[in-house]
């Protein structure tokens, strides 16, 4: 899976004020990865989420 290197930027004014949305943002590149090792992380994260709310709404 190819993906993009990003350059971003955020005033420190919006920091402050919890705004994270950049001011600018620039490509600075590609890379190959692999889908494994990119989305393992955020599966491992929403799995455990996922389960603990199947088992609050299922009645017993």
Known sequence: ??????????????????????????????EEVDEDEFYGPLVKIFYEKIKEASKESVPN
Do not use: H, N
Request: no cysteine; hydrophobic share 35%.
């Open 1 to 30: 899976m190819k993906i993009a290197i990003l350059k971003t930027s955020i005033s420190r004014k919006k920091l402050l004020k919890g705004d994270f949305t950049p001011d600018s943002e620039e490509i600075v590149g590609y």
